[in-house]
């Protein structure tokens, strides 16, 4: 089983959309949650870190849930630009891996 | 945005020759990584380091090594690159032991073994 798993996609929406990617993840004892954004060709820039309370920015919002070992993205109102890939990562903490771990990402497509 | 750049942006070189790859940062970050990124696998980490002279093996160290001699440089060697090889190499840092701030990410090095 791979430590963080996501869909891969692709998610072909309709601009104005709303879009929802889940990730799960391996390692109970993680600590720490992102989603990061990676455009083709490009280094991956931070999106967002992941709360236990659910957090919010804009029109993007993250989502844990620990009971279940699971991380969502919802991305509303889309827009042509939020087409990319998004990658579900984690802290492997207790591991001995002083080191973030990522899901192979799920690419969106947004459609005029 | 964080000083961090990796070079040579792009190479192509040789099976059975040895490869160097920079990660140069101007934060002062402790912390630096490296992983390389293919299609189906994601970023998978190679080495890590915490601190100068103290480095760790990730989960594909197998085929390279790493040294860091100063904070700002991390340096990537492949020791007799191979087809298997050929990928983009991401270097990363973090000044947060925990990683509670993620990581920043240099623009990459697409390497080419042929």
Redesign the interface.
């Known amino acids: 089983r791979k430590e963080v798993e996501q869909d891969p996609g692709p998610f072909n929406v309709p601009e104005g959309a709303t879009v929802a990617f889940n990730c799960t993840y391996s390692n109970s004892a993680s600590?720490?949650f992102?989603w990061?954004r990676q455009d083709c060709r490009?280094?991956?820039?931070?999106l967002m870190?992941v709360y236990s309370s659910g957090n919010e920015d804009g029109r993007f919002t993250a989502q844990l849930n620990r009971a279940s070992q699971y991380i969502s993205l919802l991305i509303r109102d889309s827009k042509l630009s939020d087409s990319a890939t998004y990658?579900c990562?984690v802290?492997m903490e207790g591991t001995g891996?002083?080191?973030?771990?990522?899901?192979?990402?799920t690419r969106l497509q947004v459609q005029p | 945005d964080a000083g961090i750049t990796q070079s040579p942006r792009h190479k192509v070189t040789e099976t059975g020759t040895p490869v160097t790859l920079r990660c140069h940062q101007t934060e002062n970050h402790r912390y630096m990584y490296w992983y390389r990124q293919d299609p189906g696998h994601g970023l998978r980490l190679i080495h890590y380091s915490y601190g100068v002279k103290d480095t760790d093996k990730g989960e594909v160290s197998d085929g390279y090594s790493v040294s860091r001699s100063k904070t700002e440089d991390f340096l990537l060697t492949l020791e007799s690159a191979t087809s298997s090889q050929t990928s983009v190499y991401f270097c990363a840092i973090s000044d947060s032991r925990d990683l509670n701030y993620g990581y920043t990410f240099g623009s990459g090095t697409r390497l080419t073994v042929v």
Do not use: C, D, I, M
């Not at chain 1, 490009?42 to 931070?46: C, D, Q």
């Not at chain 1, 891996?97 to 990402?105: C, N």
């Open positions: 600590q720490s992102f990061y490009k280094e991956p820039k931070l870190s990658l990562v802290n891996r002083r080191a973030l771990t990522f899901g192979s990402g």
